[in-house]
């Protein structure tokens, strides 16, 4: 681990996932400093406010000091120069996960020569979780709480209108 490495996780987390975390937990070895940024997901419909989403993400990275939690709204390029990240963190579930995270690496290298994207995949038993099939099954009445963590469950819960 590099202490002075600054890495930036960028995503919606709506909600944070037990991949997520474990991407976090992965980035956190790696680098001095881990700076999850929460999107505010204006060009997303998101079942979770942004403060809602930063709340569940600080809660659930609450075990690394290393990792803070922030929002951030337009660019992504300019919140990473901004932090003076050297890094950043993409996490990759499948194959199809590979092309648009490539080709979003692509473009991030022309806007950000001077930072790397890492990519990091989680544990096999959370390579199939994604925030939208959590969403998708917990509206539905299905089972969730195998996917996310305790409180993001009770969160999700209350937010669907059923008991935790």
């Not at 919606?12 to 790696?30: K, M």
């Not at 942004?50 to 990275?61: D, F, G, K, N």
Request: with cysteine.
């Amino acid at each position: 681990m590099s202490q002075d490495l600054i890495a930036v996780y960028p995503g919606t987390f709506d909600p944070i996932t037990l991949g997520h975390e474990d991407v976090v937990r992965r980035a956190a070895q790696l680098f001095g400093k881990v700076i999850v940024a929460v999107a505010a997901g204006h060009h997303k419909k998101t079942l979770f406010t942004l403060e809602e989403r930063i709340a569940m993400v600080r809660e659930s990275c609450a075990n690394y000091p290393q990792v803070e939690v922030e929002s951030f709204d337009g660019l992504l390029a300019h919140f990473v120069l901004a932090r003076g990240a050297k890094a950043m963190v993409r996490g990759l579930r499948a194959v199809t996960d590979f092309d648009y995270e490539f080709q979003l690496a692509g473009m991030n290298r022309t806007l950000m020569p001077e930072v790397e994207t890492v990519f990091l995949t989680p544990s096999d038993r959370y390579q199939f979780i994604s925030s939208t099939f959590v969403r998708e099954i917990a509206t539905l009445n299905g089972d969730v709480d195998k996917f996310v963590s305790k409180g993001v469950h009770e969160r999700l819960m209350l937010k669907v209108g059923r008991k935790a």
